[in-house]
């Protein structure tokens, strides 16, 4: 099968090229970032379209005709997550092509009620505007919180205190939200790749939400696993109770506004995890068996700078 990849040169499209060029299919690239893209990924790919902007109508168009599906591994951003991606549809509409994975692979939002948390309410509404208008058939893909991300590792994104998030890289220490044995469910790049591969491989899915995750483990039981890896000891700072964490997001909302989302948004994602509202119940993790969740242990043995 022929898979087009817009946002290919992220970190999780050249993992997801990767685990489909590995299971004999072709892949197509598309980005605004050929530079960031090693030459030998390059080579592999059965084409590449270099998009100037999210609304290079003519350059996206080249890109979609003729695959068999879409993905898009956009950044979430609220502008690309809506307007692009809804663009990339309907040009999918024109180009017969029916078959799609929106940019997904976060904590479940599709569990969440409108305006409860006002930056996935553009998630909510791409996904309603599909079920209303289109042909398109999506697979949406859940993981929780990615690994990389939640450590912090560089150019993965961060989660670290400064973003309202749990890890500080830095100083060795984990900031609690509630009683800090609260689970988290998380997935490495890899293992979100890997999963992706084998679900979109796999033709008797033709729409629906499908969960993964590597592990899942307390903030606790993530700092004793630190430790036992590293020898390290982790700091505890405890943050307040759920409530707390609760006026606290909607006070951040309120000061700096719906446009600084990036400057609010982790205290939403820690409150609606550790709730339980993003908690994935369901997992599909025994779908593939080709899939082997790596365990947080595994993880950092693998990524020995952490």
Excluded at 109 to 135: H, I, M, N
Excluded at 187 to 196: I, S
Excluded at 263 to 268: K, S
Aim: hydrophobic share 40%; glycine share 8%.
């Amino acid at each position: 099968m022929l898979f087009l990849i817009v946002g290919v040169s992220g970190n999780l499209g050249l993992k997801l090229a990767d685990a489909l060029i590995r299971r004999g299919h072709q892949v197509r690239g598309a980005s605004r970032s050929k530079s960031s893209i090693p030459e030998s990924d390059l080579a592999r790919f059965e084409g590449f379209h270099q998009i100037r902007t999210w609304y290079d109508t003519d350059t996206l168009r080249q890109a979609v005709r003729g695959v068999d599906t879409v993905v898009c591994t956009y950044t979430p951003m609220p502008s690309l997550a809506l307007e692009a991606e809804l663009l990339l549809v309907r040009i999918m509409e024109e180009e017969g092509v029916t078959r799609c994975v929106p940019s997904a692979w976060n904590l479940d939002w599709s569990q969440l009620e409108w305006g409860q948390v006002p930056y996935y309410d553009v998630f909510l509404a791409l996904k309603r505007q599909l079920e209303l208008s289109s042909t398109v058939k999506p697979l949406y893909i859940f993981v929780g919180i990615l690994c990389e991300v939640f450590f912090s590792v560089p150019g993965h994104g961060g989660f670290a205190p400064a973003n309202h998030g749990v890890w500080d890289p830095e100083r060795k220490r984990a900031v609690v939200w509630g009683s800090g044995h609260e689970k988290w469910q998380i997935t490495t790049e890899c293992d979100a790749a890997e999963f992706t591969a084998e679900l979109i491989q796999d033709l008797s899915n033709e729409t629906g939400i499908y969960r993964f995750c590597s592990f899942e483990k307390s903030t606790r039981e993530m700092a004793e696993a630190y430790e036992n890896a590293r020898g390290v000891k982790v700091t505890i700072d405890n943050a307040g109770n759920l409530e707390d964490l609760k006026a606290v997001a909607a006070n951040a909302v309120e000061k700096l506004g719906l446009q600084r989302s990036w400057e609010w948004m982790g205290y939403f994602y820690q409150l609606y995890q550790l709730n339980g509202t993003f908690y994935m119940r369901e997992l599909d993790n025994d779908r593939y068996t080709a899939v082997n969740a790596t365990s947080l242990e595994r993880f950092l043995e693998l990524n020995p700078q952490i």
